[in-house]
């Protein structure tokens, strides 16, 4: 497999942009190597600039839930474009959209658009915290909600990834006011909220934590943390930007019965656009400017060729695509399982639902901290062994799979296949 076209991107990118990359989950740091530049996307492949295929169990982290250049979101966003990029004004295919996020979430009565999650996770903060006159907010260790300053202490993902705290650049005073708990621990919960209840604001949570590798709520945990945010007075956060659309239409909500205040929805909901959402009660929502006096702003927020594309690809999510998920992803689980058991690994493959994982630990993680002490060398073995046969992971083992509903049969035995070798090739590193 030759990667010379991407090695020399690379080197020329790394001239120009931060780390040859915008967005450091993508530098392949933590598993070695050099980034493949992708030429273009077909179905459930991406392609190279050095002409090399892969199956893709990325998805752009998250949005593609039918693969590449789905034809009714394409021709969705090319007629939109035809009308005009962007206006500064508003349009019809806004109202659309809300309207669809709204159908599909019941938690949701109004809904802002922006342009990232990493916004919509930030202004959800900001309306908590305007809307309940409290400054505190409760968070968990490991669960990534965009790099604000408030909410990037002890975040996963990327900042897991390169091994970074917190981040310079973020004042203490920015995160004082930022109480981290571990996930899955109930006493932690309990003892902040008896500490700091008076003064906060909201529990944040991705209700299936998915930015530390794939860590699900232990049974009746989220009904827990709706319990003690109604206990304190305080708002209770789902950050669906990972689950919004992907576990179900209505999410991580629909999935385990328990409503959040606010919701913030990204990824699946652009269609693969820039765009996110975040959404609430109507009374709480009409704190937001101009009704409100919590100010949330954005020159291209709703903008017309995104809306058309997210709008396009939920009026596609059916009970039948989440089906074909659910088995696609069962059927990558059930193949990596038999891998590691053939060739003697010790790994936890992980799903829930749609999505899925795997940690090369001694058992299933409930916390950030068994992630981060999971062997990620043999992760990257793992990896580079997949890539090599033409199977595309994400670059870090805090991520998780995602797949698409353009993998047929053929495709995911392909991957079964590959992992039987990927797995050996772990056993003898």
Known sequence: MSTAGSEELYDRARTVIPGGVNSPARAFKSVGGVPRFIARGEGGELIDVDGNRYLDLVNSWGPLVFGHVRKE???????????????GAPTLGEIELAEAIIDAVPSIEKVRLVNSGTEAGMSAVRLARGATGRSKLLKFVG???????????????????????????VTAGAAADTILVPWNDRAAVEAAVDEHGDDLAAILCEPVAANMNLVSPVDGFLAFLRQQADRCGGLLVFDEVMTGFRLARGGAQELHGVTADITVLGKIVGGGFPLAAFGGRGELMD???PDGPVYQAGTLSGNPVAVAAGAAQLALLTDEVYAHLETAARSVVDGFT??????????QVLRHGTLAGVVFADRAPERYEDVAAADHDAYARFFHAMLDAGIYLAPSGYEVIFTSTALDDRALDRISVAAQDAARAVRDA
């Open 338 to 347: 038999a891998a590691f058991q053939a060739a003697g690994v010790t790994a």
């Open 73 to 87: 979101v394409r021709d969705a966003a090319v007629a939109a474009l035809d009308r005009g990029s962007s206006f």
């Open 287 to 289: 704190h937001l400017a």
């Open 143 to 169: 669960h990534y909600h965009g790099h604000s300053d408030a909410l990037l202490v002890a975040a996963g993902s990327g900042v897991a990834t390169l091994g970074i705290p917190g981040s310079p650049g």
